[in-house]
């Protein structure tokens, strides 16, 4: 737990290792409609299990194909959906055990950001009562004695604030979302999860809906605040270049489970898992690709990974990727490998001034299936 | 340079501006004259973000825009047996029907809504074979009709679905959409397109739905069925990456003009148009973190059809405008000096000699 960390100055992180929100044997459940005879399973596992921590100040990526459970493990780590099995701690306190109107108060302490900034705003709210209602809600507008109406104009005035710690203009208080672009409304989105003060802000995609040019902007944004308020953000993404810019730690899901878990620089450096490779290797390249690398980047003769991940519905036995893993073996298809720190053999190659290292891969054998030339170095 | 299959000349395509269903009389120009031709056998990449028009032009090429709409310019499709280009625009409408699917096919964005929910994709994909007979050989002649129609039609739909290589094709014919993944879909989608026999694939962002590895199967895929079937693709997408790792030549648009247009390699190894040069380099690289929080940035956001900036649309955002781009449009293309790279344009007043 305290393994020092690499190279990226991230300075909230630097000072402790402190543990604030943990996860352990996760499980979300959804039941299925069973044949009339009995056969099948009862119930889909969103959640097969998932142990896991995010530090105080860090950011935490999961990355995962759609249907891997991302965003199922967000919904369960903040309560927004009951998980079926399983604790979550939230610094130290036990999240499942509270009753309700504790756990609302303890909501101001975890914000989310989603993915759609067209659909998480009210139509017909202007932008600054959006902003100000978390803050009533909370009672948040700096004890402001008096009224109703002392605490609506306090609270304007922290809505003005927060407009500008998010790069955007007072006068779009008094815009509705329509009049926003994308990018405008997800900085609303952000200023609106920032506004109760929280300690961890659980970001669900958010640039995946954004334009292109405006992505960066975004990123850049939420680098900068995490850096400024010193928040801690579950990065939830499947882009894994935009987790590349921002992630300390990246965790790689394959059907509700954790297969890798790895400091952001040595899983791009050395990825251990061959879903985690093949996850890479598909990611397409946009820099000039000259000569043969560039060719055979450009006319890809077969796809990095076969095949789609299977239906949670249905797992297959063992291992649960060996269907479409390059180098499963025997063993494979009959057990499954648990989540473990990687063995010192794999770690042949460790990148570039790390230290210790504090890699878990649920592989029998890791690092076994090289980064392919499929994707060429730059 | 041989006459290209398809060539697309000034298309201008306008709406009546106005709100609440009160027209102005005014129209606003969503495509602003954009020029682009695809040779056969070639992949061109259509890049641009949301509102610069590129699903637009797509439609246009086969004449499915919408009502208030309206369509200026010329798409010229080469004829078939080297007769003359027909212009598609000025088609009558029984014809042009014979150009949707049979010479031209299409693959949309978002698979569910292009397909049936209440039909088994067998039966939408022999639909389509049999709304073509007579593109395929040893397929449905014209004068088949009823039970060996049908019969000959599925066992094409079959080839078809076993030609994208959809997993368990067989058994596949008798499911329905909503029993497929997303992939399965677009691959669905893909079979229904090629049914037609078409020399020419327009694919609007056919794979922004799907996940990067999803992704990667579905474009290995478009590039063996062009090296298999000499098909022609117009590959429209957002995500320049997508475009270097696919396409022979890329165009990108903004605000309604293709702004640069160059090769592959060309475009990528010394873009010229500051926002082609403004995208490549916000791009997060794979392997290439950016110190925290320090991606380059693009100022502003993408303008809008109703409020165009004056002169080049672009110039609110450019980080090298200057006092003439505020001014005036720079000219329709302007060739740029590359040795070897025919057809490089670039519509930007930094390589136009400025007017005294």
Redesign the interface.
């Known amino acids: 737990m305290n393994g020092p960390r690499e190279g990226v100055p991230a300075p909230a992180a630097a000072v402790a290792a402190e543990v604030l929100l943990a996860a352990e044997g996760l499980e979300k459940r959804y039941p299925l409609r069973r044949s009339p005879f009995g056969r099948g399973p009862a119930s889909l596992a969103a959640l097969a299990g998932v142990d896991l921590e995010v530090r105080r100040g860090e950011c935490l990526a999961v990355v995962g194909e759609s249907g891997s459970g991302k965003t199922t493990l967000a919904r369960c780590l903040l309560r927004l959906i009951e998980p079926t099995a399983g604790r979550v701690r939230f610094a130290g306190e036990d999240l499942l055990a509270l009753p309700a109107a504790e756990l609302r108060r303890r909501r101001r302490r975890f914000q989310m950001i989603y993915q759609d900034p067209y659909d998480s705003l009210d139509p017909r709210q202007r932008i600054g009562a959006a902003l100000a209602e978390p803050l009533l809600l909370h009672r948040l507008e700096n004890g402001v004695p008096g009224g109703l109406g002392n605490r609506r104009r306090a609270a304007r005035r922290r809505a003005l604030g927060l407009l500008a710690t998010v790069g955007l203009p007072a006068s779009a208080a008094d815009s509705f979302p329509h009049q926003l672009s994308g990018g405008q409304r997800q900085r609303v989105g952000i200023a609106r999860a920032l506004a109760v003060e929280p300690d961890l802000l659980v970001a669900d995609e958010p640039v995946s809906a954004l334009d292109v040019s405006v992505r960066s902007q975004i990123l850049n944004l939420l680098a900068d605040l995490q850096q400024r308020m010193g928040l801690t953000v579950m990065l939830i993404a499947h882009d894994l270049a935009a987790v590349e810019q921002l992630a300390d730690r990246v965790a790689v899901f394959y059907l509700g489970r954790i297969v890798e878990l790895a400091p952001r620089a040595e899983l791009f450096a050395r990825p251990l898992h061959p879903y985690t490779v093949g996850l890479l290797a598909a990611v397409p390249v946009a820099w000039p690709l000259a000569g043969a690398a560039g060719a055979r980047a450009r006319h890809r003769v077969q796809a990095p990974l076969a095949g789609e991940p299977p239906s949670p519905a249905a797992p297959p036995p063992g291992c649960p990727f060996h269907p479409r893993c390059p180098v499963a073996r025997a063993r494979c298809a009959v057990e499954r490998p648990e989540l473990l720190a990687a063995p010192a053999g794999a770690e042949a190659a460790p990148a570039a001034g790390a230290g210790r290292s504090e890699r878990l891969v649920a592989c029998f054998f890791p690092g076994s299936l090289p980064r392919s030339e499929a994707s060429p170095a730059p | 340079m041989a006459q290209p299959l398809l060539a697309i000349e000034e298309l201008k395509i306008t709406f009546p501006r106005g709100r609440d269903g009160l027209e102005s009389g005014e129209r606003v120009a969503v495509v602003r004259g954009a020029s682009l031709t695809v040779g056969r056998g070639e992949c061109v990449g259509l890049v641009g ?2 509102g610069s028009g590129k699903s637009l032009l797509a439609l246009a090429v086969l004449r499915l825009v919408p009502p208030p709409g309206q369509v200026r310019g010329r798409v010229l499709l080469e004829g078939n047996d080297r007769e003359r280009a027909a212009d598609l625009l000025a088609l009558p409408e029984a014809a042009m029907r014979q150009v949707r699917g049979a010479r031209i096919g299409i693959v949309f964005q978002e698979p569910m809504t292009a397909l049936n929910p209440f039909y088994t994709i067998g039966f939408q994909i022999a639909e389509a074979v049999a709304a073509h007979p007579g593109r395929h050989a040893g397929g449905a002649g014209p004068r088949r009709r009823g039970r060996a129609l049908r019969h000959a039609a599925r066992a094409e739909a079959l080839r078809l679905l076993e030609r994208v290589a959809m ?1 368990d094709a067989r058994r596949r014919l008798g499911d329905y959409p909503h029993q497929l ?4 879909r677009q691959r669905v989608l893909l079979a229904m397109a090629l049914a037609g026999g078409p020399e020419l694939l327009l694919a609007d962002e056919p794979t922004t739905a799907l ?7 579905m ?2 895929l478009l ?1 063996e069925l062009r090296r298999d079937l000499g098909l022609a693709v117009l590959l429209i997408t ?9 396409c022979d030549r890329v165009a990108v648009l903004y605000a309604g003009q293709v702004v640069e247009e160059a090769a ?2 060309e475009l ?2 010394a873009p010229a148009h500051p926002y082609t040069r ?3 380099a ?9 110190a ?8 502003g ?2 303008a809008e059809p109703a409020a165009r900036p004056s002169g080049c649309a672009f110039h609110p955002r450019c980080p090298q405008a200057m006092a003439i781009c505020a001014a005036e449009e720079p000219p329709e293309t302007a060739p740029l000096p590359a040795p070897g790279v025919p057809g490089r344009r670039v519509r930007c007043w930094l390589h136009a000699p400025v007017p005294r």
């Open positions: 973000e949301s997993p993944s997303g992939g399965q996940d990067v590895t999803l992704q990667a199967q474009l290995a590039d957002h995500d320049l990456a997508v475009a270097a790792e696919t592959v390699e990528f190894r403004a995208l490549l916000t791009l997060p690289r794979l392997g290439q973190p950016a925290r929080g320090r991606l380059p940035v693009l100022p956001v993408p």
